[in-house]
């Protein structure tokens, strides 16, 4: 087994184990992300409920919603809102603007290195395709049809480059798309969260 490994990274110029690498990478991206939301955003299904009951003007209930979603990128949006209760609408709206945006670093982190290896992902399995097969057709040049399987094994290779390059973008395309999903819906949230609030807490 491990010897069909390093054969494969041999023909394959190094190309299969800078694919694991990238898999790798991009999995721990995935996992790390996939933990951030489930424990620092909360759903939304909610969020509305408890900001239509936020009396106007009243920072006590706004205080009890931020203890509520404690340790969530919505409490710290609360919170920057709290501290400008009573300034103008348009310095308020400035300010909890700029507070969504700081939170949208937070959101989005290392998704554009996912974005990357998908990118990357099939085309270093197309160029590993194209050396697999550049070895074969040399081999054939060669020793003609007289060995087969030479030929054979490095069509073989060539295909394995292929397959794992489509298999990165693959499960990365997924779980991409299932993250910018969350991305908007938190964002969808927090001008929800802005909009209540600014007719709450600013002057």
Request: aromatic share 4%; net charge neutral; charged share 20%.
């Amino acid at each position: 087994m491990l010897r069909n490994i390093i054969d494969s990274s041999v023909q394959s110029c190094g190309l299969l184990p800078l694919m694991a690498l990238i898999f790798l990478a991009a999995l721990a991206i995935i996992i790390e992300r996939m933990i951030f939301f489930s424990t620092s955003v909360r759903s939304g299904s909610n969020i509305e409920y408890d900001l239509k009951h936020v009396g106007r003007a009243r920072g006590d209930d706004v205080k009890k919603l931020v203890h509520h979603y404690e340790g969530s990128v919505q409490n710290e949006l609360m919170k920057a809102a709290l501290e400008l209760q009573g300034r103008p609408v348009e310095d308020f709206e400035r300010e909890v603007e700029e507070s969504i945006m700081f939170q949208m670093r937070k959101l989005d982190r290392n998704l554009w290195v996912l974005d990357t290896a998908i990118t990357l992902g099939p085309l270093l399995g197309l160029l590993g395709t194209i050396i697999g097969m550049i070895g074969s057709f040399n081999i054939l040049g060669s020793s003609g049809t007289g060995d087969p399987m030479a030929v054979s094994g490095g069509i073989a290779h060539a295909l394995i480059a292929t397959a794992c390059g489509l298999t990165i973008a693959l499960v990365g395309v997924v779980a991409l798309n299932y993250l910018n999903k969350r991305v908007r819906m938190v964002l969808l949230q927090m001008d929800m969260i802005k909009s209540m609030l600014v007719t709450r807490l600013a002057a």
